[in-house]
């Protein structure tokens, strides 16, 4: 079956680095997306990988290794407004996207 | 408009009644699609639309169908509404479906629950 894990709940401080995890078992791969969602809103795109490495845009950073079936987000200098669950996705065989449950960040000041 | 609208913005329905949820997207994408999404599962697919005519089915399509008439609608009805269709529901769009790189835009969401 397919499958994406990631930590059900984080929470950080204010100001500070955390990382968000995901793994992924899946018939396939063709890339992988983070999403952002706050609460009662819909979700947006924050990242995309399809090669190994690491993608920078701004604070928030997101790494893949495809040996590993891994991937994280890396979110700096943590504002209040991050807040919010983030969504890990990846793109099987077949170009559906499988989510995963999403983690909750909660920050604190 | 711009992007995607979903009515109604919630509803409150008697089981066993039938109820339609819009989309409506306005950027000309081939793909549009239908999740569910409820508390600790993540977004589950109902179904899926490559292009305008076409639907197909997602993981979770019991007691839901779809069509697809034209490139902007793309309508989920419930034919008999049961409480665990309780959830809240949200319509994407992307350029296409067969692609590697295929960001979704999602609507504003519907919530809806069945007593």
């Known amino acids: 079956g397919q499958n994406i894990d990631q930590p059900t709940e984080m929470t950080a401080t204010e100001g500070a680095i955390v990382q968000i995890n995901c793994t992924y078992q899946?018939?396939?791969?063709?890339?992988l997306f983070w999403y952002q969602q706050h609460a009662g809103e819909a979700p947006t795109f924050l990242s995309y990988?399809?090669l190994d490495g690491l993608e920078e845009k701004g604070r928030f950073s997101s790494f893949l290794s495809r040996s590993k079936g891994y991937s994280y987000l890396l979110l700096k200098e943590l504002q209040m407004k991050d807040s919010a669950s983030y969504l890990c996705?990846?793109?099987?065989?077949?170009?559906?996207?499988?989510w995963g449950a999403g983690t909750k960040l909660i920050i604190k000041p | 408009i711009a992007g995607i609208t979903q009515a109604p913005t919630s509803q409150i329905l008697a089981a066993g009644r039938r109820m339609t949820l819009r989309c409506t997207q306005d950027m000309r994408h081939n793909a549009m699609y239908w999740y569910r999404q409820d508390l600790g599962l993540g977004l589950r697919l109902i179904h899926y639309?490559?292009?305008?005519?076409?639907?197909g089915k997602g993981e979770v399509p019991d007691g839901y169908s779809v069509s697809r008439a034209n490139t902007d609608d793309f309508p989920l009805t419930l034919a008999s509404a049961v409480p665990s269709q309780t959830s809240v529901y949200f319509c994407?769009?992307?350029?296409?479906?067969?692609?590697?790189?295929?960001?979704?835009?999602f609507g504003p969401g519907t919530r809806l629950t069945v007593l």
């Open positions: 639309s490559n292009t305008a005519g076409t639907t």
């Open positions: 899946t018939s396939g791969f063709n890339g």
């Open positions: 994407a769009s992307s350029d296409s479906l067969a692609s590697s790189y295929n960001e979704q835009f």
């Open positions: 996705a990846v793109t099987d065989s077949n170009y559906q996207l499988i």
């Open positions: 990988n399809v």
